[in-house]
Nanobody, 126 residues
Framework: VQLQASGGGLVQAGDSLKLSCTTSGRALSAYHMGWFRQAPGKGREFVAAIRRNAEVSYYADDVKGRFTISKLNAKNTVYLQMNTLNAEDTAVYYC????????????????????WGKGTLVTVSS
């Protein structure tokens, strides 16, 4: 599966932004999906994930209540709705896919995902 993230940009603190991750190749319904981000000078960190059936989602503590991940298998697209953005959300955001059977305990670990897209830059000015 190939992944392409888009939707990044420059926004002000308090604004909202919606990222999209479009997939091609194997059907999206076969994959659990995740969003990760990497801020300047920092490692890649988990943001959100969603199971292949889109019935269960997971969030990092610092985005819980502000970000929402969703998955439309029919459109082969995963979204990350980001509200109330702050400067600490500034990063390159990456979408990732995995078909692993043991996703529940590993969704936060970047090593779980075998497919990655190029990132999209989100810059939040304070």
């Amino acid at each position: 599966v190939q992944l392409q993230a888009s939707g990044g940009g420059l926004v002000q603190a308090g604004d909202s932004l919606k990222l999209s991750c479009t997939t091609s190749g194997r059907a999206l319904s076969a994959y659990h999906m995740g969003w990760f981000r990497q801020a300047p000078g920092k490692g890649r960190e988990f943001v959100a994930a969603i199971r292949r059936n889109a019935e269960v989602s997971y969030y990092a503590d610092d985005v819980k209540g502000r970000f929402t991940i969703s998955k439309l298998n029919a459109k082969n697209t995963v979204y990350l709705q980001m509200n109330t953005l702050n400067a600490e959300d500034t990063a390159v955001y990456y979408c990732a896919a995995t078909s692993t059977a043991s996703f529940s305990g590993r969704y936060h670990d970047a090593r779980t995902y075998g497919h990655w897209g190029k990132g999209t830059l989100v810059t939040v000015s304070s």
